[in-house]
């Protein structure tokens, strides 16, 4: 570590960073460049902007098991509102950048490359451009101003200057160009969830300013409340619907909106508090968009949340269904599946459901960019219930958001929200069906080898034996046989007979019939008998099986005529069982029937539930139709 004194106020200026060559006073905010073992005052710097991050040079933390320490700040302004990019010295001397603002936190560090870069005036959002030997997908195009530095940087800031940036990503890399020299500045990294960093020696949260702010609408002079001042670029009056610019002092109206009688009310209060998701939460933000599918417009509402913790994140709601939604990770990846686009993230396939131009409405509160009535953006939603991607772009940016279906008890809960929320109508696009069926085709065929197996141990051992026979029938000659009588006593029950013959590329006939020797009554089955095989194939069977049902208790004797091939079989040999009490397979069908019921019920319950759903996308089948192809 090297130091100097400060040629304005003597105070000790330290350089940690073998890269920094430029340190802005901590005591008199002197830009102070360093050239070798002098410093060049290059007068004050400008005053940062107040805004809500918890970070501060001094900070520390862990990233991928590396301590590193925040050694630096640049402020930047852009069109979405503030962004840090705070300097970081790990304990390897590699230096890297925490990029921060909007909700999202991110590593990177810079980064040599060797392909050509491309000019900022020849991108364009959704372009793919190749850095170090991948594919990147343009997201954002941005001109930002510098507001401020502080700490160490390791080159020259002031305030003032514009700067041309480029948000890519290429999986779960993330990459920004930095067009403010000449060849561009490209850093790597990754976007990454605050908590995972373990930072320490923050802010205290509550000297953070998101305290409530007090002033009155320049337009009409309504009193308004900014809840998160801090964070906020514009904020709309909720009397006269005007949209005033909250970065300027003077509050100057940057749009004026004439408020409809019709306006909705938000349903959840601004200023209002909440715990969601294991973070605190202040709602300070709503809007309403609409789109508009064959003339028709459809509005939903939605509910900017911030905490000084998490940052930013959405409530959604429609017709009673609520989504709570933040950025992703990273830009997923789209493709087309067996015909369908579908999107890819974090290892999980979303259906592409409907794509359309949304439109801002109405705006009341605090927003994070500087928002306006009529501004439009292009929608493409993906779904994998609970779960849904969005993807919103404009000719400047593309964002990509994750949102999960809600239930409205736990969103009233969550904020104390004792009016009832509006009932749900329909279904929504990720909504969960309220029945899984596959639970219930598991029961079933674990079910239906329960039976099976206990069936087949009552084919095994039941059934019992009455009598056994052997009869030779001569060709060309008609030939009754009998049985010796046997006796069936106790209640009703079957009678079976089962017939194994010596066939071989032939067939016959047996006309079987049971008779009850004392009063002539008798039962009557007919039954053919075929096998026929070659070198390699065969087909029917030798054996047969007739059931004689219900037969009530007497002395029987069963009678056997037989018809067969004359010109194969010289003579036909029969063996013959008489079985009772034989499990029937019908007993085992019935039940199989029986369980299939709830199945397929819940499973047609699911399929009306998908048929509502995907009546709302952009692939509702026609009407003249009946195929589904959702």
Request: aromatic content about 12%.
């Amino acid at each position: 570590m090297k130091t100097a004194n400060c040629p304005s106020c003597g105070a000790q200026v330290a350089f940690r960073a073998a890269a920094s060559v430029l340190a802005v006073c901590e005591y008199c905010h002197s830009t102070l460049l360093r050239k070798g073992a002098d410093l060049e005052n290059l007068g004050k710097m400008a005053e940062l902007a107040e805004d809500a991050s918890l970070v501060r040079v001094g900070s520390e933390g862990v990233y991928k098991g590396v301590h590193f320490a925040v050694i630096g700040r640049i402020q930047l302004r852009y069109g979405q509102g503030i962004w840090n990019e705070w300097h970081l010295l790990f304990d390897s001397q590699r230096t890297g950048w925490l990029g921060e603002g909007y909700g999202r936190t991110f590593v990177t560090y810079l980064k040599a490359i060797k392909e050509d870069i491309p000019p900022f005036s020849g991108l364009h959002v959704d372009d793919v451009v190749k850095l170090d030997g991948r594919g990147f997908t343009v997201a954002g195009l941005e001109t930002a101003r510098c507001v401020a530095g502080e700490g160490e940087l390791p080159f020259k800031v002031g305030a003032g200057y514009d700067v041309q940036t480029a948000d890519l990503y290429g999986g779960a890399t993330f990459a920004t160009i930095d067009y403010s020299e000449t060849p561009p500045f490209v850093f790597l990294g990754e976007q990454v969830d605050p908590a995972s960093l373990k930072l320490t020696k923050l802010r205290d949260a509550a000297t953070v300013a998101v305290a409530a702010e007090a002033i009155s609408c320049t337009n009409c002079g309504a009193p308004l409340v900014i809840h998160a001042a801090a964070a906020t670029e514009t904020v709309a009056c909720g009397s006269c619907g005007s949209v005033i610019d909250a970065t300027d002092k003077n509050y100057q109206v940057i749009q004026k909106i004439q408020k409809s009688p019709l306006a909705a009310s938000p349903l959840l209060p601004l200023g209002a508090k909440g715990r969601l998701r294991d973070a605190e939460y202040e709602a300070i933000g709503f809007m309403v968009r609409q789109i508009e599918v064959e003339g028709i417009h459809y509005s939903w509402s939605e509910y900017l949340l911030f905490s000084p913790v998490e940052g930013f994140r959405w409530l959604s709601e429609y017709h009673g269904h609520w989504n709570f939604i933040r950025a992703t990770k990273y830009t997923p990846a789209r493709s087309t599946g067996f015909g369908h686009p579908v999107a890819t993230y974090l290892g999980q396939t979303y259906k592409h459901f409907q794509s359309a131009t949304a439109t801002v409405t109405q705006v009341l509160g605090e927003f994070y960019w500087k928002v306006r009535v009529g501004d439009t953006n292009e929608m493409a939603d993906y779904i994998n219930p609970p779960l849904m991607v969005s993807a919103e772009s404009t000719d400047k940016e593309l964002v990509w958001s994750v949102g999960e279906y809600t239930e409205p008890e736990i969103i009233a809960k969550a904020f104390n929200i004792r009016k009832p929320f509006p009932q749900k109508q329909g279904v929504f696009a990720n909504q969960p069906s309220p029945v899984t069926h596959g639970r219930y085709w598991k029961v079933f065929v674990l079910f239906t080898v329960v039976a099976a197996l206990i069936h087949g141990a009552f084919l095994a051992g039941s059934g019992k034996k009455l009598i056994d026979a052997s009869f030779e029938f001569p060709p060309r000659v008609e030939r009754t046989v009998q049985t010796q009588i046997f006796e069936v006593s106790g209640r009703p029950t079957n009678v079976v007979v089962r017939s194994d013959m010596d066939l071989n590329n032939a067939w016959a006939f047996l006309d079987l019939t049971l008779v009850e020797a004392d009063t002539g009554v008798y039962y009557r089955s007919g039954r053919e008998v075929s096998y026929y095989s070659g070198s390699d194939w065969s087909e029917g069977s030798r054996s047969d099986e007739a059931i004689f049902k219900r037969v009530p208790a007497g002395r029987y004797y069963l009678a056997v005529n037989a018809e067969f091939h004359p010109d194969r079989v010289t003579s036909l040999r029969a063996k013959l069982q008489i079985l009772r009490d034989v499990p029937a397979w019908s007993n085992l069908w019935i039940l199989e029937g029986a369980l299939l019921v709830i199945p397929l019920l819940v499973f047609f319950r699911k399929s009306a539930f998908e048929t509502a759903r995907w009546a709302e996308s952009d692939y509702a089948p026609d009407p003249g139709d009946s195929s589904d192809d959702c």
